[in-house]
């Protein structure tokens, strides 16, 4: 039997799918293929990829925020000094807390 293969992302859908055609008896089926395993989600590096039945979602990493497809910092030093006690320094996805000199 030969087989023809069609992998495509539908227009605004986080769904990918497989369209296979059995050239011996032209029928067309559609199998869901699971995007964050393939590696063609659209996620952002500092967001994870998480199926959902036959979709996905992105979700930006604990340090990040916003949409999962654009993620950005969060500045933890900027809310209640990131509740350090003294001096709060932001890195990207995390913080860190030190001392004044002399402490």
């Known amino acids: 039997m030969e087989t023809l293969s069609i992998v495509y ?3 605004n859908s986080h769904e990918a799918v497989n369209i296979q055609q059995d050239m011996s008896v032209d029928r067309v089926y559609a199998t869901n293929i699971n995007v964050c395993k393939t590696g063609r989600h ?3 590096p500092n ?12 979700s930006c ?5 916003g949409n999962g497809r654009t993620c950005t910092d969060v500045d933890e ?4 000094n990131g509740g350090c006690v003294h001096m709060c320094h932001n890195s990207p996805g995390n913080y860190s807390c030190s001392c004044y000199p002399g402490f």
């Open 9 to 11: 992302l539908r227009q």
């Open 61 to 65: 990493k604990k340090g990040w925020e």
């Open 42 to 44: 659209k996620c952002d």
């Open 77 to 80: 030093c900027r809310l209640r």
């Open 47 to 58: 967001a994870v990829c998480k199926t959902l039945k036959s979709l996905h979602r992105c």
